[in-house]
């Protein structure tokens, strides 16, 4: 099975992926599966009514809100980087959490650098697909460089501002 | 002056720890030019034409005598003994090495200062009244808000990967000297009838291909939900903006296509539902508030002798005074205008030298405050009327004192072909061709105020938009040629500017904008502008007068 | 005639192609015809040296006065420095310097100035 890298009460695993992805074209193989958001639509009910996990991958261009609906019943959002530069899904992340109350998993996929580690931990992202060849340790270094922050964000941080307070 | 706290130190030496790594890793071949590329620039690590260059950040253009020696310091060590001052109120040193930069910053970070998110497609750094604490004009003290906002955007997990780059400006008098109109979003501090505080918001001004002036989405925002409602912005502009065409990517695009309702009633619904987590609480503002109370001022009578004297003594302090110094809101004060605009030099360039000099004169006589504006000059905002005479004397024993600020050879130039690895022509030999003509300072008094702004190319770095008198270099055939535009302004009477006609080469700028400066001196009505006698009169004459004349 | 240049990476001096190398002056440059593929197995070499250089590409030189000189000015001022001040490449001085320095535009033109005539 593939690895991906986890982080659970702040703390960052390597763990086996019980998850498939499955292209729009594939069919549709046993266990739990991550599909696209047109399949899910499509199929998700049926694939659900099964027994199994069913997780969605949302391209950037796709709405989170096209998901809320379903959200108590996802085990996993995965959130697509076409470009690393591409930061549309860090602000989804943070509505998934903070707007839709999402407890399941949350995963970067796509082209997914250790530069971006930090910025989606601090945005509820939970499950990381390194397309770089970082290693866990690389994945936790790059994700706890900053002692500080100075926002609020989804995760459970203080910021400095509450810091200063205390 | 606001001083860094033990979290915001912690904050740089984490972030330069960071970007040192990014360097070796690009440095061994770990990390490709085009993932390093995106890294380094929000370091404010360019690759330009001769060497890299690093654009530090002075944020809301407010620096203090031992940030700027250092400045002057890093200029002598690691570049050629200068910096160039931009139309964001950063430095930028041109001749840096890729394998210095994390000293450098290191050294930066020493004086409590930093080169984040100077470049990239983030938020930048903040622009502020260069004249804020000092002049009597102001509703609250723009700097508060502005310091607010660079914690705030610092390493916003959620805006660092924008469609494109992002500017916010605060002002808070009536006369705007923040171009605030020309920014992404900018703020304009008001009073409500109650005597609240709050901000107008101005969303989607910018220049480069397409200039548009900035417009309000809200006339009256809470101060205290400030961050709450920037939030909101920045998270439709994240989802929203367009990601396909980098021409099309900024925020002015999208409260283009939307219109400006729709955009706001957009921001409204986002603001609502996210509620006010970004918000600060009220001592974290207070906190900041204090850094910026007022210096203690002396009781002084308004008139100075030893200034009144100096004037009638020294004709050329008197010029001085005239045009470099400005009210301050205390009497016996002045703020004092320090012109980075040598006849003949380069626009916004300050040698490490002057940069010693002008720290020297802020903690002798300038209470150890420091700014730099967005025309690329620098001000020392509170000097005592009885000290401005021997501030005069040393800033021109420097080559500081060109008494020249808002005349035609006050002129905002980018560093253009002769740096810029974007640039189409050359910007900075055709300001120093244009201050030679109008070297005349008695000419130049006549003409009076008249902003020229010259980009070397379509991103308007030198605000061609919105000058007086706009030039743009374009490249034909590899070779320079400059679209003039007449009648922008940068102001609260924000505009952009029409074009004049055909490109002109190179040597026929200079003669082009003397036909413009005469035409006007024939056209004007009496207390009218340049801009005011364009705006009555329209191009016809201007344009006439350059396309039939110019030989 | 052509060149072949970047920018080095660790310190981001200009630089250019000479038998495998890179030089600092552009008087010093291979140049390479047109139509001599020599030009493209050069600029191919340089792209697989990504800790060396950054940006290789090939630029287009013109005669003048006899010798060559890069077509815009972009290049030159590249082979040269600044013009504002004089730092960089140009305080070498020489003949190729001295020849870039003179050397005239490509287009050749006066600029559209006087199309408005008066009666």
Known sequence: MPMFIRLEAGVFSLAEDPFTAVGDEQSVPPGDVIISLTRFQAEGEALMGEGRAVGVRLESHEEVEALAYDLPQLAVVALAFPKFGDGRAYSYARLLRERFGFRGEVRAVGDVLREQAGYMARCGFTAFEPADGSTLEDWRRASQRFRHAYQRSSDARSPAFVERGE | ????????KDFLADR???FREQVARRLAGELSEDQFKPLRLRNGLYLQLHAYMLRIAVPYGSLNPTQLRKLAWIGRTYDKGYGHFTTRTNLQFHWIKLSDAPDIVDHLASVDMHAIQTSGNCIRNVTADPYAGATSEEIDDPRVWAEAIRQWSTVHPEFNWLPRKFKIAVTAAAKDRTAAKTHDIGLNLKRSRDGALGFEVMVGGGLGRMPYIGQTIRQFLPATRLLSYLEAILRVYNRHGRRDNIHKARIKVLVAALGREEFAAQVEAEWEKNGAGADLPDTELARIRGAFVPKSFETLPSVSETFEAARLRTP?????????L?????????IVEISLKAIGATPGDATSEQMEVVADLAERFGQNDIRVTHEQNLVLPHVRLDDVPAVWAALAEAGLATPNMNLVSDIIACPGLDYCALANARAISVAQHIAERFADPDRAELVGELKVKISGCINACGH???????????????????????GGSAAEDAAVGQALGPALPYDKVAEAVDTLV???LRERQSGERFLDT????????FKEAVYADVH | MRALTANRLTDGEVVFWRKGQWVEQFGDADLFAPDDPAGEAAEGHAKNQPTVVVEPYLIDL??????WAPQSYRERIRALGPSNLPHGKQTEGGATIDALLHAHGAARSTGRVDLIKRK
Do not use: C, W
């Open chain 2, 1 to 8: 002056m606001y001083r860094y706290d033990s979290i915001d």
């Open chain 2, 16 to 18: 330069t720890a960071e």
């Open chain 2, 316 to 324: 050329a302090f008197a010029r001085f005074a005239r045009n470099n």
């Open chain 2, 326 to 334: 400005k009210p301050h809101k205390v009497a016996g004060y002045a």
């Open chain 2, 464 to 486: 061609h938009h919105v000058g007086h008198i706009g030039i743009l270099g374009v490249d034909k055939k590899g070779e320079e040629f400059y679209q003039l535009t007449l």
């Open chain 2, 518 to 520: 005469e035409t006007y």
């Open chain 2, 534 to 541: 364009f705006r009555r009169t329209g191009v016809a004459p």
């Open chain 3, 62 to 67: 013109m005669e003048s006065a006899g010798l």
